[in-house]
Nanobody
Framework: QVRLVESGGGAVQPGGSLRLSCAAS????????MGWYRQAQGNQRELVAT???????NYEDSVKGRFTISSDSAKNMVFLQMDSLKPEDTAVYYC??????????????WGQGTQVTVSS
């Protein structure tokens, strides 16, 4: 079983920055994909950014050029640097890990979510 612990959310003014972190632990043989999703109140959960084991990144159009996803494979961690934040970025942000367990079972794990609020 994989456990994810997120940190770094909070409240910030428009134009500000936040850095989210997510640490994975448990039965992990290899992580194939790490990502961040968000869910604003009344909306469906949407992809923000992903990073593959090989380092390939993918971003939702509205965050391109403002958000940067990165990872530390040695520590099983993924980060989301969010700059030039806008009020429409306000949401609960969720970490997601797709991995293979030590028993070679595929796992798709979600974090508990961290609130990001952008407001003046």
């Amino acid at each position: 079983q994989v456990r994810l612990v997120e940190s770094g959310g909070g409240a910030v003014q428009p134009g500000g920055s936040l850095r989210l972190s997510c640490a994975a632990s448990g039965s992990i043989r290899v992580i194939s994909l790490m990502g961040w999703y968000r869910q604003a109140q009344g909306n469906q959960r949407e992809l923000v950014a992903t990073i593959s084991r090989g380092g390939t990144t993918n971003y939702e159009d509205s965050v391109k050029g403002r958000f940067t996803i990165s990872s530390d494979s040695a520590k099983n961690m993924v980060f989301l640097q969010m700059d030039s934040l806008k009020p429409e970025d306000t949401a609960v942000y969720y970490c997601n890990i797709q991995s293979l367990s030590m028993g070679f079972l595929p796992e798709n794990t979600w974090g508990q979510g961290t609130q990001v609020t952008v407001s003046s």
